[in-house]
């Protein structure tokens, strides 16, 4: 049995915790190999390493060195390695690093190091070796991790150690710099690990109990999802559940390994297993998994008689859309209609006005309509595949709260219903879907 456990940005953040995931580790003979975040908050007011790394690469370029920033990193690290008593040499490892720094002139370096610095304290606190990340995660020249030839290097780096830590975040690009994921990256190098070690479990350790059926900010009480499935989590992140990074599924689904968010602070708290269906357990069936939504959204409403016999309409309008290089989210489409779903960030400057003039040229429709300030909320839970009228509950729900639904999109996958409502009904509406379902 070999568990991979990646530790988040709070669970570095000072002495204390790191005791508390050290006390993790050493419980359970099977978590061999940890990734680690750069040490985060320690309160509401503090700033996480990570970002005082980035400054110091501003500062870098503004003075020709990163001393003021730096000297806040050097701070932190000092005093968690003399709360640990750990016997290293932090001042000539943070010397070497400020250097390093200066020299590369990169801001992925400079962000790189936080992580760097955490997998050299913890790899000494906790006897196991270091492994450096940029010996085996490697992204291609158009910046995308080459999957393959990372896989290859993990197996073979790991090779030979018991255990190990590995600094979370970055690797090396096609030219041998070193190259971050984007924010949050470290539970993508922990998934990456626990492929290559084909890890029976990948555990990803953070400051909460697991992903709640949805935002706390929203419904207090929100219950924490016990079992999600790996294309649940998909839907669920891609709306804006952020516990997990939404790329760090991918490399684990490829082993079809489980990840159990944990909670350091409460180790005994059992957490979320995101599992392969195959892997799913019924007893914990129920219809709503989650609820997830984003703001701002902007809907082109689109009205044409017989549009649905005319071949290539959808298409057209579509690449109008791609001609000025913008993503759509949905597009739900009626007898004779088609709504194009886009988030409104996209469309400033007057982007907007032009697409929907260009879409008159193009397709010629009877009636376009721009609705903006649109919530989107994405009801997830493959339970409802099974069972009859679940959206009939959610929206007489909604009705029954005077929330007037302006889009209705359900996949063939029966496995989300999304729902656009105006942004001032947003709150309200995913709270009156969680008192429908949970309770
Ligand atoms: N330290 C990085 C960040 O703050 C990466 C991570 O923690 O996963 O985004």
Redesign the pocket.
């Known amino acids: 049995m070999i568990k991979v456990c990646k530790f988040?940005?709070t669970s570095m953040a000072d002495a204390n915790a790191m005791l508390k995931v050290k006390q993790i580790i050493e419980s359970d003979k099977t978590r061999k190999f940890i990734v680690v975040?750069?040490p985060g908050k320690r309160n509401k007011a503090d700033i996480?390493i990570?970002d005082v790394l980035y400054s110091c690469y501003d500062e870098l370029l503004k003075t020709g060195s990163c001393e003021k920033n730096f000297s806040i990193i050097r701070e932190r690290f000092v005093k968690i390695v003399e709360d640990l008593k750990l016997n290293i040499d932090i001042n000539a490892v943070l010397d070497q690093t400020e250097k390093e720094i200066c020299e590369s002139k990169s801001a992925d370096f400079a962000a790189s190091r936080?992580?760097y610095l955490s997998a050299i304290v913890m790899s000494s606190l906790l006897g196991y070796d270091f492994i450096d990340a940029a010996s085996m995660i490697r992204f291609d020249s158009d910046g995308n991790l080459n999957e393959d030839y990372t896989n290859d290097k993990v197996k073979s780096k790991i090779k030979g150690h018991d255990n190990a830590v590995v600094p979370?975040?970055y690797g090396k690009d096609s030219s041998g710099n070193v190259k971050t994921f984007s924010?949050?990256?470290?539970?993508i190098t922990g998934s990456i690990i626990a492929r290559g070690v084909k890890a029976d479990l990948y555990e990803n350790w953070t400051d909460v109990s697991g992903f709640l059926v949805c935002d706390p900010r929203i419904v207090p009480e929100a219950k924490v999802i016990k079992q999600l499935t790996y294309k649940e989590l998909r839907e669920l992140s891609y709306m804006g559940a952020s516990v997990l990074h939404s790329e760090a599924i991918f490399p684990v689904m490829r082993e079809r390994i489980p990840i159990n968010i944990k909670n350091t602070f409460k180790p005994e708290d059992a957490g979320t297993m995101i599992v392969p269906s195959e892997m799913y357990n019924p007893a914990d069936d129920s219809v709503i998994t989650g609820i997830a939504g984003k703001k701002n959204f902007t809907v082109i409403f689109i009205e044409k008689s017989l549009m649905n016999s005319e071949v290539g309409f959808i298409r057209k309008v579509l690449s109008v859309v791609e001609h000025f290089g913008i993503c759509v989210e949905h597009v739900p489409s009626g007898i004779d209609t088609l709504s194009v779903v886009i988030e409104s960030g996209q469309l400033e400057n007057g982007v907007l006005s032009d697409i929907v003039s260009e879409i008159r040229e193009s397709v010629n429709p009877d009636y376009v309509h721009v609705i903006e300030n649109i919530s989107l909320i994405a009801t997830v839970g493959h339970g409802m595949a099974r069972r009859s009228g679940t959206a009939a509950k959610i929206f007489t729900a909604l009705a029954e709260k005077g929330i007037n639904i302006r889009m209705i999109d359900q996949g063939s996958s029966e496995l989300n219903i999304i729902i656009g409502v105006a942004n001032s009904d947003y709150e309200n509406c995913i709270a009156t879907i969680y008192n429908t379902f949970i309770k």
């Open positions: 988040g940005g975040s750069a996480k990570t936080g992580e979370g975040f924010r949050g990256g470290s539970d």
